[in-house]
Structure formats: C-alpha cells, structure tokens
C-alpha cells in the first residue's frame, strides 16, 4: 500500500471514531449542560386526588350528609301550620329543632323531658335516641302551647 493510501485509511478510521463518539456519547447539548447543575428546586406537592403515577385510585368518598332536623316554627307563640307530628321508630335518633321570629319561650318534650330554650334568632334543639314507644306533646312551656307530638312507634 502507498503513503498516501495509509494516510487516508488512518484518516478515515479517524474520522469513524469520532463521528461514533459523537454519536454513542451522552449528552453534548447545551440543554443536558443545565440540567447537570444543582439549583434549589421547590418541593412539589403530591396530586390532590393522592394517586401515585401508574396507579389508579378511586375518588374520597363524599362526607356524610348533615343530620336533618324537624322543624316547628313558632309565631306570636303558636305553631306556624298547625300542630307538628313527628314519627319515629323505637331505636331511632330523632333531632327536633323549634325556630321562631318573635318568640321567646321553653320547649319541653314530655316524657323525654327534653328541654330547650327559643328566641328570635335562636332556634332550639333537641336531639335524643328514642327509646319510649308512644305519643308525646313538645309544648312551649311558659305559655303551654302545644306546637308538636312525637309519635314513637314499635
């Protein structure tokens, strides 16, 4: 082989190993130079929903609904509607709440002996496990007016 042959084929082999370097080496962009250097990063919070990447997880439940009360509303101290029935089974919790605009009174459940007190802008609540089968009157106790019965079944 001539010398200028050598030098070629050293020339070309030179030129293959460095376009494999380039090639099989990492990084070599500015963009992997940045990404290199340490800065403070933030700590990123975890997702809302508390899932993990790659892992399906099923939505928190909802809350449970807020207790529901029976409500009398009281005017000029008598019962708005007339009398109020409430029914309950024996075992039930029963939650009774008595609102009024322009009464200020004493609620008593007899039989229970429950009490509460009512006021413009304080409505009074009575809440108990019923544990007495029968019927009840809920009255205003300073002016004995009879504004409900609780009705407590088997």
Avoid: C, W
């Avoid at 000029?76 to 007339?82: F, L, T």
């Amino acid at each position: 082989m001539s010398k200028q042959g050598r030098i070629g084929l050293i020339v070309a082999t030179l030129v293959v190993l460095v376009v494999a370097f380039v090639v099989l080496s990492p990084g070599g962009d500015d963009e992997s130079d940045q990404a290199n250097t340490t800065t403070p990063v933030a700590p990123v919070a975890p997702p809302a929903t508390g899932t993990t990447a790659g892992t399906p997880t099923t939505p928190a439940p909802p809350p449970p609904p807020a207790p529901t009360f029976e409500t009398i509303r009281v005017k000029a101290s008598q019962p708005v509607g007339g009398v109020k029935t409430v029914t309950a089974n024996k075992g039930d919790r029963v939650r009774i709440q008595v609102t009024s605009t322009d009464t200020t009174d004493e609620i008593h459940l007899h039989g229970y002996d429950k009490y509460g007190n009512v006021a413009p802008g304080r409505r009074a609540r009575l809440s108990f496990k019923a544990n007495v089968e029968g019927i009840f009157e809920i009255e205003l106790h300073g002016s004995g007016t009879q504004i409900g019965k609780l009705v407590v079944e088997p």
